[in-house]
């Protein structure tokens, strides 16, 4: 069983930047993959970033490519989701995930809670 708890979101103007952080308890990801996730009011859950915990690949949406990067502390237990050059259209709730790598939320076994992100314009 893998606890994940996210945090770092908040309220931010349309060009700043935030990083959020998932940190693991329970047992660590290694062995699986962690991935980031975001869902906007009556939007379905959407893919961002996911990144495999072993090797340290990552993947990212074209939306955010260039503008997130996903990141991960083997000692800490903890991913990070780098995000600068915000948009308002990257507001919504953010988690993250543990599983299998891939950019469905259906290969993914284990969620936080989510964060709000708002991005004002």
């Known amino acids: 069983q893998v606890q994940l708890v996210e945090s770092g979101g908040g309220l931010v103007q349309a060009g700043g930047s935030l990083r959020l952080s998932c940190a693991a308890s329970g047992r660590t990801f290694g062995g699986y993959a962690m991935g980031w996730f975001r869902q906007a009011p009556g939007k379905e859950r959407e893919f961002v970033a996911a990144?495999?915990?072993?090797?340290?690949?990552?993947a990212h949406a074209g939306s955010v490519k260039g503008r997130f990067t996903i990141s991960r502390d083997n000692a800490k237990n903890t991913g990070y989701l780098q995000m600068n050059s915000l948009k308002s259209e990257d507001t919504a709730v953010y988690y993250c995930?543990?599983?299998?790598?891939?950019?469905?939320?259906?290969?993914?076994?284990?969620w936080g809670q989510g964060t709000q992100v708002t991005v004002s314009s």
């Open positions: 990144i495999i915990w072993s090797t340290g690949v990552p």
């Open positions: 995930a543990a599983g299998s790598f891939s950019t469905s939320y259906k290969a993914y076994n284990y």
